[in-house]
């Protein structure tokens, strides 16, 4: 399974941007999603999951009410959208898939993108 993060870049504090992951090699509808972000200096955490229907999500405390994470199985892509950002969400964004239902586990997620960063100037 190979898994192509997009769409981070540079924006101001209360702007918004969408991240895309593009999944290839695996019926891209069996999996379930995440996303996970790497700030400088800190360990990698959980942000998001969405279920392989879509049907369930999960977010972390400090993105929920201004990330969305969708999925679109015709596509097989996973999207986060990320509202109201703050200068503290600057850090490099990983997109995973698993073949169970893992929430906030990184060990729960078998396959990983390589990331791209979004960076929120203040």
């Known amino acids: 399974v190979q898994l192509q993060a997009s769409g981070g870049g540079l924006v101001q504090a209360g702007g918004s941007q969408r991240l895309s992951c593009a999944v290839s090699?695996?019926?891209?509808?069996?999996?379930?999603m995440g996303w996970f972000r790497q700030a400088p200096g800190k360990e990698r955490e959980f942000v998001a999951t969405?279920?392989?229907?879509?049907?369930?999500?999960y977010y972390a405390g400090s993105v929920k009410g201004r990330f969305t994470i969708s999925r679109d199985n015709a596509k097989n892509t996973v999207y986060l959208q990320m509202n109201s950002l703050k200068p503290e969400d600057t850090a490099v964004y990983y997109c995973?898939?698993?073949?169970?239902?893992?929430?906030?586990?990184?060990?729960?997620?078998?396959?990983w993108g390589q990331g791209t960063l979004v960076t929120v100037s203040s």
């Open positions: 090699g695996r019926a891209f509808s069996t999996l379930s």
């Open positions: 995973a898939a698993s073949n169970g239902w893992s929430t906030d586990s990184i060990n729960g997620y078998d396959y």
């Open positions: 969405i279920s392989w229907s879509g049907g369930r999500t």
